[in-house]
């Protein structure tokens, strides 16, 4: 039986391509969804088999939307995540004529990509108007559309490949460091190429009687020597200062580390709920393979 994947929609995204590189092999069973909460669902509800979306980005930080929904709506276990290198390229729509950059009269593309591609804008295109739309994918079908039009469009390569648009310029980014972690989510376990790095992720609740009880949390992983490579806090929406922590763990759940600190957590008073453990892998920006992370 063919398995299905949600990812965030349109074609053309990054998570398309991270949905991709994760279950590469597979047949076009790929389906795009407008939300993340759409995407989401999905997977929870039975409609498809994985959801892929987008977890954390190096310079924006984390993706609140995934975490809210993950704590709040659905109950589906992280089964794996991608580290992909995010880069931009400036596209217009196919034409018989080349679009020289001084004539170009609108560029189109997701605000925080256009906020990471301010120095090429104002050193190339500071007289084009800018014009915001709700995916870097949309811009590029967008200006693929308007063929009259002398518009530009920033994406992902991903977008170039899928929509008829010519390359102009690529990689424009200002800060080449920019990489976007990605999840899989289902009901399902994953059969996956080996990895030498894994994580576990948990969410955690403190006790509201009890001062000093993060300190307390933290000692339970710091004297077992665990790394922990994130802690984010989330309102729980029960009150005003009341947070949830969700916590990166670099390590495989096992049968006496993990369990004996989530054993001294809820000793404390604390809630510990179980997100994953699932391996890591990270693209390497010069190559489309997956690699693992050393």
Known sequence: M????????????????????????????????????????AASEGKVDYAVVPWENSLE????LTLDWIIHKIDLPILSELIIPISHQLSCAKREHPLALSDVTKVLSHPQAVAQCHEFLRDHLSHAEIEYVSSTAEAARLVSEHVEEPWVAISAMQAVHTY????????????????????????????????ETHKT????????????????????????????????????K????????????????????????????????CQVRFLGTYPVFIKKRNGVELSLRS
């Open 61 to 64: 930080g984390s993706v609140n």
């Open 238 to 269: 029960t009150g005003l200062g009341n947070y949830h922590f969700v916590i990166d763990i670099e390590h495989k759940m096992d049968d006496v580390l993990l369990p004996g600190a989530f054993a001294e957590m809820e000793a404390l008073g």
């Open 164 to 195: 008829p648009v010519t390359l102009l310029k690529e990689n424009i980014e200002d800060v080449e460091n920019n990489f976007t972690r990605f999840i899989v989510l289902g009901k399902e376990s994953l059969v996956l190429p080996e990895a």
């Open 201 to 236: 992720t948990i969410l955690v609740t403190l006790p509201s009687d009890f001062p000093g009880a993060l300190h307390q949390v933290l000692s339970a992983f710091s004297w077992r020597r665990l790394n922990l490579s994130r802690i984010e806090s989330r309102p729980t």
């Open 2 to 41: 063919e398995r299905t994947f949600a990812f965030l929609g349109p074609r053309g995204t990054n998570t398309e391509e991270a949905a991709r590189l994760i279950f590469r092999g597979e047949n076009d069973a790929f389906r795009p969804y407008r939300t993340i909460p759409d995407c989401l669902e």
